[in-house]
Nanobody, 122 residues
Framework: QVQLVESGGGLVQAGGSLRLSCAAS????????MGWFRQAPGAEREFVAA????????YYADSVKGRFTISRDNVKNTVYLQMNSLKPEDTAAYYC???????????????WGQGTQVTVSS
């Protein structure tokens, strides 16, 4: 079992930055791949970024590539999402997720956090 708690969301102006954190419980965090997803009102949850258990492999949605960076600290049991050059279209609830295998699909992750809201004003 893995429990996930996101933090770091908030209101920011376009062009600004935020860093999201996702703290995980459990001793086996380092064996899980982690992902970030987001869901805007009225839209489906969509993939943002993923990172392998070691941190050696990462993958990004085209919409955030070059602006967002996913990283992890397996000592602190935490995964991060650094978001730069934010745009109004990045406004959404952001969720972290964990699973044994690095994946891109919502249905491929077994463990989810409750989400943190990011609002980007124009």
């Amino acid at each position: 079992q893995v429990q996930l708690v996101e933090s770091g969301g908030g209101l920011v102006q376009a062009g600004g930055s935020l860093r999201l954190s996702c703290a995980a419980s459990g001793r086996t965090f380092s064996s899980y791949a982690m992902g970030w997803f987001r869901q805007a009102p009225g839209a489906e949850r969509e993939f943002v970024a993923a990172i392998s258990w070691s941190g050696g492999h990462t993958y990004y949605a085209d919409s955030v590539k070059g602006r967002f960076t996913i990283s992890r600290d397996n000592v602190k049991n935490t995964v991060y999402l650094q978001m730069n050059s934010l745009k109004p279209e990045d406004t959404a609830a952001y969720y972290c997720a964990a699973d044994r295998t690095m994946a891109l699909g919502v249905d491929e992750y077994h463990y989810w956090g409750q989400g943190t809201q990011v609002t980007v004003s124009s």
